[in-house]
């Protein structure tokens, strides 16, 4: 994909996976993912009760309920309301090298013209509301990144600047998805 490494994958038409593996110590990983510093070094602010049903906030609107809390493998945040939102941590510890991946299952209806703030060609849906859109998918991709640069303290990501490249790519991953080849829309 145009010299993107790590390009995030479908798990169905509204979930989507980033993985990595990543040298660093198994503590550092999990704290990283797992508690309110951690994940405002890579991710965004968070307010974050560290316990199973405890509540969290991610700075941008999204709060809800830690449904799964398991050390030093995972831990999934589901989004308040019915939609079926979720963002899901986990990570698997190997000999030096850890496997992490980051798994968003998009709300049910969730649209992305709800976020005004971002320009029309960032919040187009081809698979329609309730699916990933590519500067969603685009930011997901440099949180993933980010929490690389963080552990390892090597550049992985890309220069902010670049986020509508790294958007134009996720459109084509999006549309291949969405608009297979021989039908219209």
Same mark, same amino acid.
Request: hydrophobic fraction near 30%; aromatic fraction near 8%; charge should be negative.
């Given at each position: 994909m145009r010299g993107i490494a790590n390009v995030g994958r479908f798990l169905s038409d509204n979930k989507m996976i980033w993985e990595r593996r990543i040298a660093a110590q198994p503590e550092r990983l999990w704290d990283a993912i797992a508690t !309110? %510093? /951690?994940l405002s070094r890579w991710f965004m602010p968070t307010r974050y009760e560290i316990a199973l049903h405890g509540r969290f906030s991610f700075e941008g609107g999204w709060e809800g309920t830690v449904a799964e809390l398991r050390p030093f493998h995972h831990v999934r945040f589901d989004v308040d309301g019915d939609s /079926?939102?979720?963002? !899901?941590? *986990?990570? *698997?510890?190997?000999? /030096?090298?850890?496997?992490?991946a980051l798994a968003d299952r998009m709300g049910d209806g969730v649209d992305a013209n709800r976020w005004k703030d971002e320009p029309p060609h960032r919040r187009y849906q081809p698979g329609g509301p309730g699916t990933h859109w590519s500067g969603v998918a685009a930011g997901y991709h440099a949180f993933v990144d980010a929490l690389e640069d963080h552990l390892t303290g090597r550049r992985v990501s890309s220069?902010?600047? %670049?986020?509508? *490249?790294?958007c134009k790519a996720y459109q084509q991953v999006l549309n291949a998805r969405f608009r297979p080849q021989g039908r219209a829309g």
């Open positions: !309110r %510093d /951690g /079926g939102a979720f963002l !899901r941590l *986990e990570m *698997e510890a190997g000999d /030096g090298v850890h496997s992490f220069d902010p600047s %670049d986020h509508d *490249e790294l």
